[in-house]
């Protein structure tokens, strides 16, 4: 028990400041998918079931976490040149692992991810970040800045599969939670289902935080 | 030159370091992955000759030992490879040896309306009728296509006959519902023409294979 105090105590001392700031500007007010716009094709198209969904996150999240402590690592001794190829060669490795790793415990799963797994290796938010974020900061603030947009991602998404799995489906993470006399929604287990769904939860989201406009020079 | 040196030396590392962590990460998990399809392509092979306790639900939750003992205990692949031409399913004694002969099955595969689809197809001793068909793999819209994994679908293939009424030519047609219809047709689902059209195009295109190296196997034996 007091172990457990003082290991929260001491995650509490090192998530605040910089690192705090840092983190929670990626979940909201940098949010990749509602203020960004980045990411989406994956968002599209794994959302129509919670259980892809929380994979195709936790595989996210994973691979934008290592990847990017990796290259913040390096990025003293990365020569500028081969910047790019450093940067892809890292993710790519991380995101083959993940790949091996869904299609070893996750069978049925990785068969409904498909490409999309193996199509992290492109994903704006991780290349974007690896760019303009891990390449020029410490790997702690990096940890923080890659798992701060993971979870901008995550949080996104699994909204979005909250309503599409419901309403196409009648059920959550496979288990029934509509009455049987629900009629399901098709439109919302197809792609413009997500489309509608992304665009409810963009909205949503920039009326709640209103992006801070920069006043143009007089 | 120096700079260049350095340049050439840290990205070989760098792909030392990136091709040793994927040598370790392949040699532990693609045995794992080699199982799973090897769980899913025996599983459907029992499934589809309706080896008796054999369900969909069975296959998911079996351990790999106890599907890989039952395949063994009940199957014959012909012939013997990893990508067999047809499986032979056996009734099982009371004693634990190999009784009568219940089926053939064999895999089908092609293309479906959005992406791949495969399966198995099982008829009887005779090579007449349908016994069973299953289907482990596709991505047909939910609520339309997706039926062709619904079992009062599935049921409505046993009994069909392969063949063209009067002709020896295999042809299982999926046909739109209508009164009277040959002994050879399955109702197509309503609302996926593509889907259904799709089926009928690469199974008739394997089942045509099958019978003729079923035949010859038989003429063979």
């Known amino acids: 028990m007091a172990d457990q105090v003082i290991k929260r105590s001491a995650l509490l001392k090192w998530f605040k400041g910089k690192n705090a700031t840092t983190m929670l500007e990626q979940v909201w007010a940098e949010n990749p998918i509602f203020r960004q716009i980045l990411g989406i094709c994956s968002a599209l198209a794994v959302t129509n079931l919670m259980k892809n969904t929380l994979i195709m996150c936790g595989a996210l ?7 990017n402590m990796i290259i913040s690592a390096l990025r003293e001794f990365t020569p500028r040149r081969t910047r790019m190829i450093t940067q892809v060669l890292i993710i790519a490795t991380f995101v083959i692992i993940v790949d091996l790793f869904i299609k070893a415990f996750a069978y049925e799963a990785s068969k409904q991810l498909g490409a999309y797994v193996g199509l992290i290796i492109t994903n704006c938010i991780i290349m974007g970040r690896a760019e303009a974020f891990a390449s020029r900061n410490s790997v702690r603030l990096t940890f923080w800045d890659a798992l701060g947009s993971g979870l901008g991602y995550s949080v996104v998404l699994i909204a979005v599969a909250l309503m599409r799995e419901p309403l196409g489906f009648g059920t959550l993470l496979g288990y029934r939670i509509l009455p049987a006399g629900f009629v399901e929604w098709q439109l919302m287990v197809l792609p413009p289902g997500a489309f509608i769904g992304l665009g409810i ?18 | 030159m120096k700079e260049r040196l350095y340049v050439i030396v840290f990205v070989v590392l760098l792909g030392l370091v990136a091709a040793a962590l994927l040598t370790v990460a392949n040699s532990v998990l693609f045995p794992k992955y080699e199982q799973n399809v090897e769980r899913e392509a025996k599983g459907n092979v029992l499934i589809a000759l309706s080896i008796p306790g054999w369900d969909k639900a069975r296959v998911k939750t079996a351990t790999i030992e106890e599907i890989k003992a039952t395949f063994d205990k009940y199957i014959v692949a012909v012939p013997a490879e990893e990508k067999p031409d047809f499986y032979m399913g056996y009734e099982l004694k009371e004693d634990g040896t190999k009784g009568d002969l219940v089926g053939y099955a064999f895999k089908i595969t092609g293309a479906g309306f959005w992406d791949r689809i495969s399966g198995f197809l099982a008829v009887d ?11 482990y793999e596709d991505a047909e819209t939910p609520g339309l296509g997706h039926k062709i994994n619904e079992p009062e679908w599935q049921a409505t293939w046993v009994g069909r006959s392969i063949y063209r009424p009067g002709t020896d030519e295999p042809w299982i047609g999926i046909t739109p519902v209508r009164r009277d219809k040959p002994a050879n047709e399955v109702d197509a689902i309503s609302g996926a023409t593509e889907t259904s059209g799709a089926v009928q195009k690469f199974l008739n295109k394997q089942l045509k294979e099958f019978v003729e190296k079923v035949k010859a196997y038989k003429a063979g034996q």
């Open chain 1, 61 to 67: 999240i994973f691979v934008n976490v290592c990847a």
């Open chain 1, 201 to 218: 939860f963009i909205w949503i989201g920039r009326a709640v935080a209103p992006e801070k406009v920069e006043e143009a020079p007089k």
């Open chain 2, 125 to 135: 001793p005779e090579v007449e009728k349908v016994i069973g068909i299953t289907f």
